[in-house]
């Protein structure tokens, strides 16, 4: 094989880990702390993109759209904590995988509305490619993997270096107990529940000069995020970082000796035995 | 399925997972339910009776409203509405004003069937129009052949076999690649072809009836994939197709991953050194979303909305007026207004409402429709069409080349 299509799958592989890994991150951190399945964050992907889609067609620049995005979306967010969810997690049933699948009907019936079900694209704000490993690759990709690292490093130092890191944990582990210590969790609730959202945000802005947009474009992409989380343990930062790379590495280079669809099929046998085999994930809490 | 324009993507898919998940999500949520529009806009002429007045020409229209395709219910619905006022005001078939019932077939099998049930059985329509994707035109068709009643379906598809009421409005893919494949070898020089396509009949049979062309001609496959639907990332594919360095890299996935494909593509900036094709990613249904990566690019369709005849030209005015837009007026929807007038002129042949008469009279019909001339073939109920050659310039699709008329392969074998 040419070293030019090796160094080049190699960064494929790389990007889609990134990609996997920043999605799954803000699941998992709402599954972790709040023990809520957050049906919605396909859409919540969903409306990051949108949003730059209309402040494209509104003459917005990328830039400025990417920083509104995660804004938009963490409003939903807070908008679905404060007026349903915060409700339900005394229940502590099923109820509130309902209500977020609830949102995610209402979010995706609201692009369809505004955006009607036609397929859109937005422009990509970097063309060119740039000189990596020495082979050429497309400058966007790689300020959307910066971008993917610079703030999945950041969720990993704001969990294990910052007070909120601490608290949240706290909430993590034990929730009654850390209610018990004084612990506000309401607030730690709704702060975590809409930074799980903005990353969602953040993701399918970062993603929308990619891919093609249209109302049910998150679900394509979070069956991936979601296997992450499953592998690599609920709850655990690191855990579904390791997730994510082993979900998006097996595709990238099974794609590449065998067919894509053969590739997708490997990681579903992959996220079997890991259930099988160690049901609470590779890594633990 | 046959030929799906943007957006399409999975129900028939059974090959991944993530895309049935997909389908559990979207469909028979909301049901949109009977949506009867009767339009009795200029109704029957003077010259019919009272009891003629009272009666209607009833058809039916299915399609997809909701669901993962759910733009092309209003395609559909526009070019119905339009072809419905035309002929109403123009005397309705047989002296009565059409009554046009509409259901959501919801892109599923099981929403054809629900939707096709209640517009043959409870409606009773005398003719039925519709459907996009042929997982839905194929659970429809029995139904529409219990009820003896006449259907058009009118999206690209491959054919459907051999029915005594059913036809297909819609071109096959065969009769545009026998002209777009030769074109490329003989009119561009191309020799290597890499195909890439989503995982699944359609694009597996374009695909295979291709290389049989490319046998024939000068040239040769260099590389030949399938993505399951929903495929967002492309980037290994296309890492490997840019490494095959082929003449043309045929895009044969649908809907959004179509789209994704042809944006990364250039991201990737490999499809400077090549010639790109795309189907159904160059139909005009993809031109909104893909007109400012996609510029001087050729596709091949049936219809442009630049056609000069005189049924296109009223056409495109009935439809600009009622509704205006800067995209074109795609090739489907001039398969709906088609449609509409073949039941009008079968009706009036067979001076019948009877579904054994008219479908009778369908078929060996010649029209003067739009697309320009076209002839139901009696055999195998497909249509024979012009073929143009369409290049995609600015907003628009120009017309390059008219390829002659061209018929279906006769495949139906009865």
Not at chain 1, 8 to 33: C, D, E, R
Not at chain 1, 51 to 64: D, F, H, L
Not at chain 1, 266 to 273: G, N, P, S
Not at chain 2, 212 to 234: A, I, N
């Amino acid at each position: 094989m040419e070293y030019d299509i090796l160094a080049k799958q190699v960064l494929n592989g790389l990007s889609l880990v990134l990609f996997i890994t920043l999605i799954a991150l803000g699941l998992s951190i709402i599954f972790g702390m709040m023990n809520v399945i957050n049906m919605a964050h396909a859409e919540l992907f969903m409306a990051g993109a949108y949003t730059v889609y209309a402040c494209e067609q509104a003459g917005i620049s990328y830039w400025v759209a990417l920083a509104l995005a995660p804004v938009v979306v963490g409003i939903i967010g807070f908008a679905m904590e404060r007026s349903i969810l915060r409700f339900l997690y005394v229940r502590k049933d099923m109820s509130t995988l309902l209500a977020t699948w609830g949102f995610s009907i209402l979010l995706q019936q609201a692009a369809q509305l505004i955006f009607t079900g036609n397929p859109r694209q937005v422009a990509t704000p970097l063309t060119g490619a740039t000189e990596i490993l020495g082979t050429q690759y497309p400058t966007f990709r790689l300020f959307v993997m910066a971008m993917s690292l610079i703030l999945i490093v950041g969720v990993v130092y704001v969990f294990w270096r910052t007070r909120y890191g601490v608290l949240a944990r706290a909430a993590i582990q034990n929730s009654e107990m850390a209610a018990v210590l004084g612990i506000n969790t309401q607030r730690m609730y709704v702060l975590t529940f809409v930074l799980g959202c903005v990353l969602a945000g953040i993701a399918g802005a970062l993603m929308a000069p990619i891919i093609t947009l249209t109302p049910t474009m998150g679900v394509d992409f979070i069956a991936r995020s979601f296997f992450a989380v499953i592998v690599g343990g609920m709850g655990g930062v690191l855990g579904v970082v390791a997730g994510g790379a082993i979900i998006g590495e097996t595709e990238s280079i099974f794609s590449l000796v065998l067919t894509p669809t053969a590739a997708q099929i490997l990681v579903f046998i992959i996220v079997i035995f890991v259930i099988l085999l160690k049901p609470d994930g590779l890594v633990k809490k | 399925m046959s030929g799906p324009a943007a957006g399409e993507t999975a129900t028939e898919s059974k090959g991944s997972p993530m895309t049935a998940y997909t389908h559990v999500r979207t469909s028979g949520r909301f049901v949109r339910g009977v949506v009867a529009l009767s339009l009795v806009a200029g109704v029957a002429t003077a010259g019919a009776g009272e009891a003629a007045a009272q009666k209607k020409f009833k058809i039916g229209l299915l399609a997809p409203f909701t669901g993962i395709a759910s733009h092309y219910g209003p395609i559909y619905e526009k070019a119905a509405t339009v072809a419905v006022e035309k002929i109403n005001a123009e005397g309705g078939i047989l002296g009565m004003p059409i009554e046009l019932s509409m259901e959501d077939s919801k892109f599923s099998p099981a929403g054809a069937v629900e939707g096709a049930k209640k517009l043959v059985q409870r409606a009773k329509v005398h003719v039925m129009i519709g459907t996009v994707n042929s997982a839905a035109t194929n659970a429809a068709i029995p139904i529409a052949e219990r009820g003896r009643t006449p259907f058009l379906y009118t999206v690209e598809g491959e054919d459907k076999g051999c029915y005594r009421f059913v036809f297909g409005l819609g071109p096959t893919p065969e009769q545009k690649l026998v002209h777009w494949i030769p074109w490329l070898i003989g009119g561009t020089g191309a020799k290597t072809f890499y195909f890439v396509g989503s995982d699944y009949v359609y694009p597996r049979s374009m695909v295979a009836y291709a290389k049989t062309l490319l046998t024939k001609g000068d040239g040769k496959v260099v590389g030949e994939e399938y993505s399951s639907l929903g495929t967002t990332d492309w980037s290994t594919i296309l890492t490997r197709a840019e490494s095959a360095k082929p003449d043309v890299f045929f895009n044969m996935a649908v809907g959004s991953d179509s789209i994704s494909m042809n944006k990364q593509a250039r991201q990737f900036g490999f499809a400077k050194k090549v010639r790109f094709a795309a189907i159904p990613g160059y139909n005009s249904a993809y031109v909104p979303a893909i007109h400012e990566i996609a510029q001087g690019d050729h596709g091949v369709e049936v219809y442009s909305e630049l056609l000069d005849n005189p049924a296109n030209r009223d056409f495109v005015k009935r439809h600009r007026d009622k509704y205006p837009s800067p995209w074109p007026i795609t090739e489907v929807a001039a398969s709906v207004y088609t449609a509409f007038h073949v039941a009008k002129a079968a009706a009036e042949k067979a001076k019948s409402t009877d579904g054994p008469k008219i479908a009778k009279a369908i078929e060996g019909l010649t029209l003067d429709a739009p697309q320009g001339k076209i002839r139901i073939n009696p055999k195998t109920h497909l249509t024979d069409y012009h073929v143009y050659l369409l290049k995609i310039v600015g907003k628009k699709l120009e017309i390059a080349k008219d390829f002659g008329v061209t018929q279906a392969p006769q495949t139906c074998k009865k």
